[in-house]
Structure formats: structure tokens, C-alpha cells
């Protein structure tokens, strides 16, 4: 039995997450269909999407985040 070390667990874990934000990019450049004006409805979206970044990012640095 083969057992994955940490550091390859940590290599395969960032490929992911790099995949991830790359794939994010994509969908962010697509976000608004083409034809479509913009709306307040696109706006949440990306309010959304701001938000669960920025909870990211402070776990990264370890900050608090006041909810």
C-alpha cells in the first residue's frame, strides 16, 4: 500500500485550487450572456462572489471577518 505524503497531498491540493480560479476566471469573463444588459441581478452575483472570496482571503492571512 502506497500512502500520500503530505507534500504530495499539498502539491495535487493546490493544482486543484489553481484549476479552480482559472475555471472561476473563465466563468466571471462569461458572466454576462452576450446580448444581455446589465442588472442589479448581475450585480448581486458578483457581490456574491466578492464576498466568499474575501472569506478566503482572510482565512489565508488570518484575519477575522466582521459578519
Do not use: C
Not at 10 to 15: E, Q, S
Not at 25 to 37: A, F, N, V, Y
Not at 40 to 50: A, F, K, S, T
Request: charged share 35%.
Amino acid at each position: 500500500m502506497i500512502k500520500e505524503t503530505a507534500k504530495q497531498a499539498y502539491k495535487a491540493r493546490m493544482k486543484q485550487i489553481e484549476k479552480r480560479m482559472q475555471t472561476i476566471r473563465k466563468q466571471l469573463d462569461q458572466h454576462i450572456e452576450p446580448g444581455d444588459s446589465i442588472h442589479w441581478g448581475y450585480v448581486g452575483d458578483l457581490g456574491h462572489i466578492e464576498e466568499l472570496m474575501h472569506r478566503a482571503e482572510a482565512f489565508l492571512k488570518n484575519e477575522d471577518i466582521d459578519d
